[in-house]
C-alpha cells in the first residue's frame, strides 16, 4: 500500500506529486493508537490545494481487524 501526494495552484489541475511514501503491515505506529501512522512529504512548491493518492492492500494484514475490507481515513493535513 502506499500515499502519493499531489499540489497544485488551480482547484481544476495542474496537480504534481511531490512523493509517494510506501506503507508495509509491520510499520511503527506513532502515538497511542493502533490506526496512527504519519506520513510526511516536502516540497518547494508553492500550491494552494492537497490531493492524496491512497493505493491500499485488498484486505487487512494486521491488527484486530486482520483480514477484512480495509478503510482509509485522512483525519488531520498539516501543511507547513
Not at 508495509?24 to 512529504?41: A, E, I, L, P, T
Not at 490545494?49 to 491500499?56: A, E, F, N, P, Q
Not at 485488498?58 to 482509509?72: A, E, F, H, Q, Y
Request: aromatic share 12%; proline share 2%; with cysteine.
Amino acid at each position: 500500500a502506499a500515499v502519493e501526494c499531489f499540489v497544485s495552484k488551480n482547484k481544476n489541475g495542474g496537480f504534481t506529486s511531490i512523493g509517494e511514501k510506501e506503507w508495509h503491515f509491520d510499520q511503527k505506529k506513532s502515538g497511542n493508537s493502533d490506526w496512527r501512522y504519519v506520513f510526511s512529504f516536502k516540497t518547494n512548491l508553492k500550491a494552494r490545494y492537497v490531493k492524496l493518492r491512497i493505493k491500499r492492500h485488498d484486505i487487512v494484514m494486521s491488527g484486530r481487524k486482520k483480514g477484512m475490507p480495509p478503510v482509509t481515513c485522512v483525519d488531520e493535513i498539516e501543511i507547513l
